[in-house]
Structures are given as structure tokens and as C-alpha cells.
């Protein structure tokens, strides 16, 4: 009876007015991208603008010079044909609708809003000098200490905690800006007490920042790397660092402060790690090395190498200006061993080194690895140990592995050609407990020859790098996953074209291989397949630790193609 009763009443309400969507600000973004022959890609490429909605001023704004850190000053008349994207509200129209336009001229638009409400525009463009203001690096000279950047807070802490007087910096900043006072020109002081302050002026003139140069140490994140820190520092062609031969160049040794890249039968090169430019060179007395690695303790480790048995040796150097000491040497009529070995400790304390077998090995019963131990800096026995890896059901030849910590019965990862897996071993049973493939691609042979791996705030990782020695490989990639749990180590490593499987879950960095995934950094698109007629292509992978533990570095190697630097950090912000 109620509802009877009320049923007029429904039947006589009003139905509410339904309010039009107010347009916020109709234009958000312009953004136009230099086009080639017709061509244009929209990507991270593009020109910027600037908005005046008092105004109703869209302002393109062509860098001053491009690329941003060079010296080429732009003109205007060099983009008389850009493609326009516009990023408008819902349901806003500009007229004439644009597709290309001509920045030496103004143009008059009209926008029409969600509410049909008309305002006259003017689009433009002009010549832009860069606001950025930022400090990239800074490192006190005498002491070679790095300060750890936090862009978003503008400071630059160092974990240092004595006063300095009277020192001088070294540092890099956004492209042409500039810093006051100079610290490489004009000596400062700083205490934990009395931060030191500079001003970062950006290369427009008038856009800076204050930065505060702090001695403290910054919070770090919960555990592993800061996501998204991964950067490639440098990137050298190996002809650009003075290695003047071709399929030659066999391994690199990561320290604090080089990386140092051997070619057989030349000097070694040692290169700054921060930007890879060649220091100098040290000569090697032995003339049969055949690689050369390094420790977690920043030594140097250099051996021959032997196949259908003969003799292998392993020198040790405390630093580059030492000179090389034989500590292991070891003969056997069979077998081949010394293409790659893996340390992992210090060799003038613990250590474990380990030596894949480097001959086709087509049975799975004949999978070997060798292994020594070092003890107090020596070797507890000059014969390796010899371990039959289980789970494999793939041959190899030619392969790298390396051990998680100095103990012999640590877990280790594993790779090698044929396999073309990653296999995390459990160290106890030498059994396989999860891999991650990679693929052959390409119709050709991409080998996974290398392969490193280190603890960084609390979590494992681990690289590898694959490299062709044809002219119908691919080649040029190297990877960094994340080793925390083996269900979680598994899945397909696709290349750039490739879109057909998701990468696997523990993945954090693929080092760009280029629009094709034909590897940009490799030999087969530079200088030449990395091949010196045995079919063994030759690359090399490190990971290395600052010594703040803030901050993990990944090196690449590719003969005849490119050495270069990828960071991580740790640091929370």
C-alpha cells in the first residue's frame, strides 16, 4: 500500500541534469619529432613546448644545441618538416588539424573545447638553451673518493667522515652548465659539521640549483638495487682504446677504480672505470696468457690455457704495477681447460677458482668443471678438483662458470656453447635446480660464453653474455638477473625483435641490442665476427662492487665489438 502510495511521486520526479565535463586545460603537451623522408619515430627524441594558457602561447622549444652535450647550435631552418603530436583533453579539437609542421613559421590555431567554447592560439618555436642544473658525479681528487648523488634532494654525500681542508674536486654536470664556486679551480673545506654548498648554473644562464655537498652516509634500499638505477655509463669500441688486432681480445679484470682488457700478445689496456678512457698499459713477462679476470679483492688473475691435455699455470698480482707470481700449475694428458676461470674471494686470503671444460663434451655424463681452493693465499692442492655436474642433458664446450661465495660447496651458475642456458647448480650435489634459456636467434649460433656474479646489498645476481662467431649469428647481449629464489629462475630470454614470450621474471637488465636485436655492441656489426678461425667467439663479463656498497657495476666485452659499464645503486630516494 506504501508503494502505491508513493508511486506518483516517483512518477513526477524530476530526472537530475547530467553536468557537462569542464575541460581542464584542453592543450596539455605538444611535443614534435624530426622526421627523415618522410619518416618520423616518436620517442624519448622529441622537442618539448612550453604552455602560456594566459596567453594561449604554445612555444616549441628546439634544443640549442643537439645532441644536448655537443657544440652543434641548431638553427630553426633545419626543421622546416617536424611531425606533431599534440596531446589534447577528451572531446578538445584544434583547427587546422596538423600532421606536419614548419618551425621557422608561426601558425594561428583555434581550440574548441568540451563545452564548444572557441580560443585563438598561437603556435611557434624557438631556440632553447637546457635548464638542467644538475651535478652527475663529484669526487674529491687527492683522495679518490665519489660522492653518492641524490638528484631529487640536490645533495652529494660522502662516506667519508674526516674534515677536509683545502682539497679540490673533479666532477660532471649537465651538459654546459656550469658550477660556483669551481671546485677543481678553487680549493674548499667541509666537515660533517659544515656542509659545503655550490650553485649549479644551467646552460640557459639563468635556471640553477643549490647543492649541498654532505658527509653521511645514505639510506639504502630494503634489499638488491634501487629499480630503475640500471645506467649504462660508457660504452668503447675496442679499436677507439688502442687494441689494434682483431680476434684477439680474451678477457677484462674489474677493480675499484680500472677495468683492465687483455689482448694475447699485447700489453694489457687499463682503462678509468668511471668513463672508460684508456690510463695506460703495463707489460706481461709471460707470453703464453690466455685470460686474464680479477678477484672480489680487486687482484689480478691471468692463466694458460690447454687442450687434449697439457699443462695449465694461474699467475696472481696484487695490482697493476706488480708483477705477475705463479701459484698454481698443473699437468694431465687430457682434456681442455683455460678459455675462462672464476674467482670468487681474494687469492692472497680465500678464494675458490673455478675452470669449465672447454671441448665439445656431446654425453652428459662427461660434464666436468674444475675447481681449486685457496686457503690463507694458498692452494690447499695444485690438482684441481674434478666434479661431474648432474641435470644437464644438453653437450657444451667452451663455457664459464663461477661459484656464489669462496667455499667449495657455495652454488654456482654455469653456461656454455650448445647449452645455451644459464643453470644455477646447488654446490653440495653439483646437480642443476633452475636455468633460464637463451636462445639461438637469428638462424645463427649466439654462445653464452661468460658468465659472473656477485651479492649486492643483501641479494645474488648474476650476468652471462652470448656472442656469434658468424656472419649469420646475432650476438651482443648480456644480461643481469636477480638470483633469489630457482622457482622464480626460469623462463626465455628474448631478443629486441622478438616479442613472443615475456622475459623471464628474475631479468633486471638487458643491455640494449639495437631496433633489429642485432647487437650493437657486438663484433659481427662492428670490426668483425669475433672469430680467430676456431670457432670460439670471445666476450667477457664482470660484476664488480664500489667499496661504499652502494653501487654495482656490470662490464661487457665483445671481440672486435665494444667494452663498456652498466650501473646499479642501492641508494633510497
Known amino acids: 500500500m506504501l508503494s502505491v502510495a508513493l508511486l506518483p511521486l516517483w512518477g513526477c520526479h524530476q530526472p537530475e541534469e547530467l553536468t557537462l565535463a569542464v575541460a581542464d586545460r584542453g592543450v596539455n603537451s605538444l611535443t614534435v619529432y624530426p622526421t627523415w623522408d618522410g619518416y618520423h619515430t616518436a620517442d624519448e627524441s622529441g622537442f618539448p613546448s612550453k604552455i602560456d594558457y594566459d596567453s594561449h602561447t604554445i612555444t616549441v622549444q628546439v634544443p640549442y644545441t643537439w645532441p644536448v652535450e655537443s657544440d652543434n647550435v641548431q638553427k630553426l631552418e633545419d626543421y622546416t618538416n617536424v611531425y606533431v603530436l599534440f596531446n589534447l583533453d577528451n572531446n578538445v579539437f584544434v583547427e587546422p588539424r596538423l600532421h606536419t609542421i614548419d618551425l621557422t613559421k608561426t601558425y594561428r590555431l583555434t581550440v574548441t573545447d568540451q563545452q564548444k567554447q572557441r580560443s585563438e592560439w598561437t603556435l611557434k618555436a624557438e631556440l632553447a638553451k637546457s635548464t638542467a642544473c644538475d651535478i652527475e658525479s663529484f669526487t674529491i681528487r687527492d683522495l679518490n673518493v665519489s660522492a653518492l648523488v641524490d638528484k631529487s634532494n640536490a645533495t652529494a654525500s660522502l662516506i667519508y667522515f674526516e674534515e677536509l681542508k683545502n682539497v679540490f674536486a673533479d666532477y660532471t654536470l649537465s651538459p654546459h652548465a656550469r658550477i660556483v664556486p669551481d671546485p677543481s679551480k678553487e680549493a674548499f673545506w667541509c666537515s660533517t659539521d659544515e656542509p659545503k654548498t655550490f650553485t649549479v648554473i644551467a646552460q640557459d644562464g639563468v635556471t640553477s640549483r643549490k647543492w649541498t655537498l654532505q658527509q653521511r652516509e645514505p639510506a639504502k634500499t630494503e634489499k638488491g638495487i634501487r629499480p630503475g638505477s640500471a645506467k649504462l655509463l660508457w660504452a668503447k669500441k675496442l679499436s677507439q682504446i688502442g687494441v689494434t688486432e682483431l680476434n684477439k681480445t680474451t678477457g677484462i679484470a674489474a677493480l675499484d677504480n680500472s677495468l683492465v682488457v687483455y689482448t694475447k700478445d699485447a700489453n694489457p689496456i687499463v682503462l678509468d672505470a ?245 647487437g650493437k655492441y657486438g663484433g659481427r656489426w662492428n670490426d668483425g665476427e669475433n672469430n680467430d678461425g676456431s670457432s670460439t667467439p670471445k666476450l667477457d663479463v664482470a660484476l664488480h662492487l664500489s667499496p661504499d656498497g652502494y653501487f654495482m657495476y656490470a662490464y661487457f666485452m665483445f671481440c672486435n665489438g665494444y667494452v663498456g659499464c652498466v650501473q646499479f645503486d642501492c641508494i633510497a630516494q
Open 274 to 518: 668511471k668513463n672508460g678512457n684508456p690510463v695506460t698499459t703495463f707489460n706481461l713477462s709471460q707470453s703464453d696468457i690466455a685470460y686474464i679476470t680479477a678477484d672480489d679483492a680487486g687482484h689480478i688473475i691471468l692463466n694458460t690455457k690447454f687442450s687434449g691435455g697439457g699443462t695449465i699455470r694461474l699467475y696472481r698480482m696484487r695490482d697493476i704495477h706488480s708483477t705477475p707470481e705463479l701459484f698454481i700449475e698443473f699437468t694431465t694428458a687430457s682434456g681442455a681447460y683455460g678459455n675462462h676461470i672464476s674467482v670468487t674471494g681474494d687469492v692472497y686470503g680465500d678464494a675458490v677458482i673455478a675452470a669449465s671444460y672447454c671441448q665439445w663434451a656431446p654425453s652428459p655424463g662427461s660434464f666436468s668443471t674444475w675447481r681449486w681452493t685457496i686457503r690463507n693465499g694458498q692452494a690447499v692442492d695444485q690438482k684441481p678438483t674434478w666434479c661431474n655436474v648432474k641435470g644437464l642433458t644438453k653437450g657444451w664446450s667452451d663455457g664459464d662458470f663461477v661459484y656464489t661465495e669462496p667455499d667449495a660447496a657455495s652454488d654456482y651458475f654455469l653456461s656454455g656453447y650448445s647449452m645455451n642456458q644459464l643453470v644455477w647448480f646447488d654446490g653440495a650435489t653439483n646437480t642443476a635446480k633452475a636455468y633460464i634459456d637463451c636462445p639461438i636467434t637469428g638462424g645463427g649460433t649466439d654462445e653464452i660464453l661468460a658468465v659472473d656474479a656477485v651479492k649486492f646489498n643483501g641479494m645474488q645476481y648474476v650476468t652471462c653474455a652470448a656472442e656469434t662467431p658468424y656472419s649469420y649469428g646475432i650476438g651482443g647481449g648480456m644480461w643481469v638477473f636477480a638470483a633469489e629464489y630457482p622457482e622464480t629462475f626460469n623462463g626465455t630470454i628474448r631478443v629486441a625483435y622478438d616479442n613472443s614470450n615475456p622475459q623471464p621474471d628474475a631479468l633486471i637488465y638487458d643491455l640494449d641490442r639495437g631496433d633489429t636485436g642485432h
